[in-house]
DNA sequence: CGTTCAATTTGTCCTAGACAATTATCGCGT
DNA sequence: ACGCGATAATTGTCTAGGACAAATTGAACG
């Protein structure tokens, strides 16, 4: 393995960091210091790329740039988890069922995960398998993620494997015309579907027609959309790590796209910190889901 | 419906153009002329954002930006496809059946589509099915998305639902260690995933274990993945879509990362007008990969 | 008619400054 | 001691134009 090096268009996709972020943190705080090649072109070597990775993944955990990279290399130890979570422990036996199925994970099992989780599927029932199982199993991979213990071809192989999961049972749900009418998406630069996912098998129990449009949807095309579906709710997802000054924002001007008759919803833990307004229902839990489905009904009955 | 107005990043989001060149073209051809905050930033007005994304769908055709923005608004039905397709036409009772597929996603009629589409499955087998009817309808959903037959939303529609019914049929598929072992991911910026579920499904069929790791995988981490899975190849998609300047480079820089005894293959309809070279396998249509299994399986027997 | 070389087009990178939004810190009143 | 508001530090994104290389087109020539 030779160390290639990486011009910065290369370091913003491979670390999440804008170019203009490189650049002024490289003028602000003297890192990181790429070479320059022949034409004065920034060349950042595989070693701070890797910091920079782990200086974002620590970010994403709460901490400030500017102390993270005054730090010497030892922070590599320092990866506890900032935001202090209470950590409500769950009824240790569930608990330890779904440490071993995220142990397969880590063993790179994925035949034996599929296994567990299609059998744990079928004990459970589809919603209690997403509240019970996929919620807390999702959370704690990203906790697993935040503390370093799982890499990202794990967190992926896990996501994938979990998303054709749910994907498979919601497919066996009964089909034929039903109310509401929800189109499901997000909007561009949210790319995590496992929550999109969650929500369309809890709301297709509930006798909702889910209109599934993936993620990444232009803010105008998804107006066009629910129109053309003639969509009674838009929902939207946003993960903890889309960029929480923007979703207001967004909601707003989505908002001013639908008809005043669609309604808009806007979950995920990214909206767990967004200030409530009349832009959009924001749904923090899954338990919110029903609930704020249940009060649509009532509404429109 | 209000007329909101874009800053500059929205833009960039839903137009998939670029920051620097937005203001690139503002300088060179005047257009975009985007008003201005009180803080002296830009503010797209929504017919704008409108054009400019025009612009981007018939430069994917192939057009030129200069000539585009030059011409007035009635290059709307300037949209028939520049590259000249020889289009072999194939037996039309099959053409047919695949066109009536399509109506049925402008329709927006979910449910009719995967219903249609689990009855040809099941006539025509995985592979057939694969071959004869996912590749043709992809290739001529781009046909219709170029011409603007298709709005995005049913393109993703489209998408959504085909990947659900792939995914599903591999799931049905004998599990077990096979060899090789083959991992399936794309690189950070390419996020099409159909093309890697046509070739899980071809290589599961062969009796090839397949991991599958989603896309976006950072260049790095498929190095690690790699090692991990103890992977016999890394098969990676580009689409069309690619930036086909930035493949080489990545195809180089990979092989330097993967140790050499880890094949690479790329395939994906951006490979097609990709000069051959050491560092990877190129694979440009689904024929290709079964060869390419087989020639692989010729040298490690 | 094909091929090579030059001209044009086009995207990305560069520097460096400004400002607004967020977060931290301090001081005050209860 | 503790909550709250005001100031201060931090940090990301925007702006401006200049430069250059890769890709494409067009022209000249064999």
């Known amino acids: 393995m030779n160390t290639p090096t990486f011009n910065i268009a290369a ?33 950042y070597p595989a070693d701070q790329v890797e910091r920079l990775r782990l200086i974002k993944r620590l970010m994403d955990m709460g901490h400030r740039p500017g102390k993270l990279i005054a730090t010497p290399q030892e922070e590599l130890t320092a990866l506890s988890p900032r935001r202090s979570k209470p ?41 209690r398998f997403v509240q019970d199982t996929i919620a807390p199993l999702t959370h704690r991979v990203g906790e697993y993620w935040e503390d370093g213990s799982f890499e990202v071809f794990e967190e992926h192989l896990y996501t994938e494997l979990t998303k054709r999961l749910l994907r498979q049972a919601i497919s066996t749900l009964p089909g034929g015309p039903r109310a509401p009418r929800v189109l499901l998406t997000s909007v561009p630069e949210e790319l995590h579907v496992l929550g999109l996912l969650m929500v369309e098998a809890l709301l297709a129990l509930e006798g909702a027609e889910c209109i599934p449009l993936g993620t990444q949807m232009p803010l105008l095309e998804i107006g066009r959309a629910a129109q053309a579906h003639q969509a009674d709710i838009v929902a939207l997802s946003f993960s903890g790590a889309f960029p929480q000054r923007q979703i207001a924002g967004l909601l707003q001007q989505l908002r001013m796209i639908l008809p005043a008759t669609t309604a808009l919803w806007a979950g995920g833990s990214g909206v767990a910190r967004v200030a409530r307004s009349d832009d959009a229902e924001l749904i923090s839990t899954l338990d919110d889901t029903l609930a704020t489905l249940a009060a649509w009904r009532l509404q429109h009955s």
Chains 1, 2 share one sequence.
């Open 11 to 43: 370091v913003e996709r491979d670390t999440g960091l804008s170019k203009d972020v490189l650049r002024m943190w490289e003028r602000r705080y003297g890192f990181p210091v790429p070479g320059r090649d022949s034409n004065g072109e920034r060349c």
């Open 87 to 127: 950590e409500v422990q769950e009824a240790s036996e569930n608990r330890d069922e779904l440490e071993e199925l995220l142990t397969l994970i880590k063993q790179h099992d994925a035949a034996a995960y599929q296994q567990a989780m299609q059998q744990r599927l079928a004990r459970q029932g589809l919603q």
